[in-house]
């Protein structure tokens, strides 16, 4: 058996496998399946600071090879997330990673300070949000502005903070790098990429929110690409996603260089998905002679 422990900004996981935010809840609809305990860590659903009830349906759409989604963060705010959810997810004997957003560089600092005290063993700063205060860009999309709310988490907590990028760039090497320097212990991507659907019966976007957020294996090469961009263009960890679905995938995300790999979409259609590539990446090892799965992060010999 290899090892498949990685570290990611000082935190150990036991494999690399983490269920990524939004696809996996809290983790309770999975417990019937296998124990939590099989996986590297699991990225909550995102937590803000208020309850939100998220967008009006239809939110969730299929598409050839991927999904689209405009849930809008639904979930019940940081209280909920500290006082109920939490202390019953600390018991599984995984790696718990709080995904965080807001709608402002205040509410973000202020939702990281009030995570600071609690159990949690690393950060997620989601930054495809819109920014309020900035005509409602998403802070992902500006440099100075990811920056800016980067610093203003790091400076509101002392858990390792990962900030998750959006792909919905022109350069994402310029916002990792800025995420970077600002005090960011490593990076997560990609989220989702902006899409859209129409129904030609009624003319209607099949989405209520008109737009939405496409995912699953339509997406991978253009994660391997981002995830491989941005680990020659930075030095903190990379954690890889989008589109998933086979321990083969989970392999090229790593080779690309990312130090572990979230997987979101693949849940929905294979509930065992994470199990099955913490499976076939440990037969892989043995079957190549990698000892320490860490071995092949970052090994892709390009042209
Ligand atoms: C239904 C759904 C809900 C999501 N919710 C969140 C969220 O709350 N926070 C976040 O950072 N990303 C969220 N994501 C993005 C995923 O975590 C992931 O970055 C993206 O889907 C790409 O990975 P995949 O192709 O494996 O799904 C969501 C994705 C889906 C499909």
């Not at 849930?71 to 940081?78: R, T, W």
Request: a neutral charge; one cysteine or more; aromatic letters at 6%.
């Amino acid at each position: 058996m290899a090892d498949l422990r990685v570290n990611v900004a000082g935190v150990e996981f036991k494999n690399p496998v983490i269920p990524a935010s939004g696809a996996f809840g809290y983790g309770r609809e999975y417990e019937q399946f296998y124990p939590l305990s099989k996986l590297g860590g699991i990225s909550v659903k995102g937590t803000t600071l208020h309850e939100r009830q998220g967008n009006p349906g239809p939110r969730i759409a299929e598409t050839p090879a991927g999904m689209l989604n405009s849930v809008g963060l639904q979930n019940g705010g940081v209280d909920k997330f500290l006082n109920y959810e939490l202390p019953s997810l600390m018991t599984k004997g995984t790696r718990i990673i709080a995904n965080i957003a807001g709608s402002t560089v205040e509410e973000c600092a202020e939702l990281a300070g009030r995570l600071n005290g609690s159990a949690v063993d690393m950060i997620e700063l989601n930054i495809s949000c819109p920014n309020v205060k900035q005509g409602g860009a998403a802070f992902g999309t500006d440099c100075t502005i990811a920056g800016q709310v980067t610093r203003a988490v790091k400076d509101a907590t002392d858990k390792p903070l990962m900030v998750k990028l959006s792909p919905n760039v022109t350069s994402i090497t310029d916002i990792a790098k800025s995420v970077e320097a600002n005090g960011a212990d490593a990076v997560s991507l990609i989220n989702t990429i902006l899409a859209m659907r129409i129904d030609i019966k009624t003319r209607r976007p099949i989405l209520k929110n008109n737009v939405g957020g496409l995912s699953g294996p339509a997406v991978f090469p253009i994660a391997v690409r981002m995830v491989w961009q941005v680990a020659n263009a930075v030095n903190i960890p990379v954690v890889g996603m989008g589109g998933i679905s086979t321990f083969e995938d989970a392999i090229e995300m790593m080779m690309a260089g990312a130090s572990a790999i979230q997987i979101g979409a693949a849940i929905f259609s294979n509930p065992y998905a994470p199990i099955e590539i913490i499976d076939g990446m440990n037969k892989w090892c043995d079957q190549n002679g990698v000892k320490s799965i860490s071995e092949i992060v970052g090994t892709v010999n390009p042209f």
